[in-house]
C-alpha cells in the first residue's frame, strides 16, 4: 500500500505544549497532546503515528494540522542511540539535528521522554526520544556530540513523560541507573522499583555540559486524558495507544 505524504500546514489551532524557555525567536519548538484530531477509539484523536493500526488517512490528516506539517522529518524509530544529521539518507534513528529552517526535527513518544535542544544562537536544534534503553546507550550524550554546537551553548526542554510514581521496574532494570542519585527507589511491591526516566534525562544532559534544562513535569500517565500513555494502555488492556510529537525547527 502506498501511504500519501501529509498535505502542507493548515491553520488549526491545536491545544500544543509549548517550551517555557529563553530559546532565541528563530525557534520554534512545540509537543502535541491528545486532543484536536479525527482518529477514534484508543488513537482518539491527535495520533501521530503510522505504526499503531490506526486508519493511515486519519493519521495523515492528523500530521496535516500540525505547524511546519510540510517541514517535519519524521524517524523510523528504534528505541537506539543513533542520533542524524538532517537531511539523512537512512531515517532510523531515535534523534535527528537540524540547522535549516525547512527541515524540522520530529520525534513521536507514548511515556518515552521528549528532549528537545536548541543553541543560544538560534542556528541549530534537536529532538530526542529516549526511553530507558536509549537513557541506557547514552542517546543525549551522542546527539549532543554530533551537534555542531557546544554543550554550554545549549537549552533544552524535557516534554511530558511518564514520571517516576507510575513507572514500576524490576531489580535489574533499575540497576543499570543505580550510578545516578536518586531516580530509583524501591517499591512497595517485592523486587519492583519506581524509575524516573525524566531525572534520568536531566542527569545525561548536565554530564553532557548542559546546564539551561527546563522540565515540563507533565506525566503522560497520570495525565491520560491529554496523553497518550503506552504504560496504562497496557494496565487497562486497551490496546496500542496513540502517540504525541515533539517538535523543534528553525524559521
Not at 17 to 22: E, V
Not at 127 to 137: D, E, P, V
Not at 195 to 217: E, F, S
Request: contains cysteine; hydrophobic residues 40%.
Amino acid at each position: 500500500m502506498t501511504i500519501r505524504q501529509p498535505m502542507a500546514s493548515t491553520t488549526i489551532d491545536l491545544p500544543l505544549i509549548k517550551p517555557q524557555w529563553r530559546a532565541p525567536a528563530s525557534v520554534v519548538a512545540y509537543t502535541t497532546t491528545r486532543a484536536g484530531g479525527v482518529s477514534i477509539g484508543r488513537h482518539s484523536t491527535l495520533n501521530l503515528g503510522l505504526h499503531v493500526q490506526d486508519d493511515p488517512d486519519y493519521v495523515l490528516a492528523n500530521r496535516a494540522k500540525l505547524p511546519g506539517a510540510d517541514k517535519l522529518q519524521w524517524l523510523d524509530q528504534v528505541h537506539g542511540n543513533r542520533a542524524v544529521m538532517l537531511p539523512a539518507k537512512d531515517s532510523e534513528a531515535d534523534a535527528s539535528i537540524s540547522s535549516d529552517p525547512t527541515l524540522w526535527c520530529a520525534i513521536m513518544t507514548a511515556d518515552c521522554v521528549p528532549v528537545l535542544l536548541c543553541n543560544r544562537q538560534g542556528t541549530e536544534v534537536a529532538a530526542i526520544h529516549a526511553g530507558w534503553q536509549g537513557l541506557y546507550s547514552r542517546i543525549i550524550a551522542r546527539t549532543i556530540q554530533t551537534m555542531r554546537s557546544s554543550p554550554e551553548d545549549i537549552l533544552a526542554w524535557i516534554g511530558p513523560a511518564i514520571c517516576g510514581f507510575h513507572y514500576q521496574v524490576d531489580e535489574t532494570l533499575a540497576n543499570k541507573f543505580s550510578v545516578y542519585k536518586g531516580v530509583a527507589v524501591p517499591d512497595e511491591a517485592p523486587g519492583k522499583w519506581r524509575l524516573d526516566l525524566p531525572g534520568i534525562a536531566r542527569y545525561q544532559l548536565h554530564n553532557a555540559g548542559v546546564d539551561a534544562v527546563t522540565d515540563a513535569k507533565r506525566c503522560t500517565y497520570h495525565h491520560n486524558q491529554e496523553f497518550f500513555s503506552h504504560r496504562r494502555s497496557m494496565h487497562e488492556h486497551s490496546g496500542t495507544p496513540g502517540r504525541m510529537v515533539s517538535v523543534i525547527g528553525l524559521v
